[in-house]
């Protein structure tokens, strides 16, 4: 079996203009545009591309996008004072807080200071409570980004056995609370699970999060099962730099009946559910 690859980009490009259609819907009845700050700390290369991203594709959906770029010696207070501003700005719908941050930063704190209403990275822990529960809330871009791309491929989650391999705060845990919200039957692998081969094995879907590049084999995979790739590793190979992902594309891609490539995968899938979130948190806020 030759396995279908999930085109990340177009549905990304689909959800975006779905979302730029309601934005405009949103300005007319509102008379104001979905607004998302962004705050960086710092002048990690990486981030700064994110930012740049996260903004070009703000405006393209017709939404409001602030930057607020702080030096790496920004205090902590600083960084607090300004969400607080932030929070407290009824044209701000959104607010992020980009990661990673100087180590003198502490970022759990930071990020629980963002009004849970204003907080479309679904970082915070009210909203990581929220989804844990079963009620609304803002949940996290890549694991949302995920479910869109399996719901699009076609893969059925209702009694699914599905594997996440990793368990962060950031993807594993969230998209193991929205996959148990689908009813699947959920395993979380992570660096000391024993025997991850066989885990991963029983697997109808691989979700793929660990941040180790090309960890998850070929012959790891189900003949016929899904597989969501989340990693973004840079590696030097045959003396370029390459961009792979957790899973080994060409061994899995020969025995799975989906997969994600990277880059083009769940990337570009992120942008797209936080410019949804965005959306989302407007809609709300101008109910309230
Ligand atoms: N750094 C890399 N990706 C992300 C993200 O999705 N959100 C935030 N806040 N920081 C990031």
């Known amino acids: 079996m030759t396995a279908r690859i999930i085109d990340g980009k177009a549905v990304a490009d689909k959800l975006n203009a779905e979302t730029a259609a309601k934005v405009a819907a949103f300005v007319k009845t509102h008379g104001r545009a979905p607004g998302l700050a962004v705050v960086l700390v710092g ?22 996008s602030v930057e607020h770029k ?17 929070n407290d700005d009824p044209k701000i719908d959104g607010i992020l807080f980009q990661l990673p941050v100087p180590k003198h930063i502490n970022a759990d704190r930071v990020i629980d200071t963002i009004d849970p209403a204003k ?38 989650l209702e009694g699914a056995e599905v594997v996440v391999v990793g368990r962060s705060n950031l993807v594993g845990k969230p998209v193991t609370q929205l996959l148990l919200r689908r009813n699947a039957t959920v395993t979380i692998a992570h660096s000391r699970t024993k025997d991850l081969a066989a885990v991963c094995r029983r697997a ?62 769940v990337g570009p899938m992120t942008i797209a559910c936080l410019l949804r979130n965005t959306l989302t948190s407007a809609e709300r806020r101008a109910k309230r």
């Open 119 to 156: 907080d479309v990275d679904g970082f915070n822990v009210v909203n990581a409570g929220r989804l844990a529960v079963g009620f609304d809330g803002l949940f996290p871009c890549t694991p949302l980004g995920c479910l869109v791309l399996l719901d699009e491929a076609g893969v059925k």
């Open 43 to 64: 002048e990690d290369p990486a981030s700064q591309v994110y930012v740049r991203n996260k903004g070009k594709a703000t405006i393209a959906a017709g939404m409001l």
């Open 204 to 265: 109808d879907v691989v979700i793929a999060a660990v941040g180790r590049p090309r960890m998850i084999q070929g012959d790891w995979i189900k003949p016929g099962a899904a597989v969501i790739d989340v990693g973004i590793n840079r590696i030097e190979e045959g003396g370029k730099n390459r961009l792979v992902g957790d899973v080994d594309y060409d061994a899995a891609a020969k025995v799975a009946s989906a997969i994600t490539p990277v880059p083009g995968g």
């Open 70 to 86: 702080l030096p790496a010696e920004a205090s902590e207070a600083e960084v607090l004072a300004l969400v607080g501003k932030l």
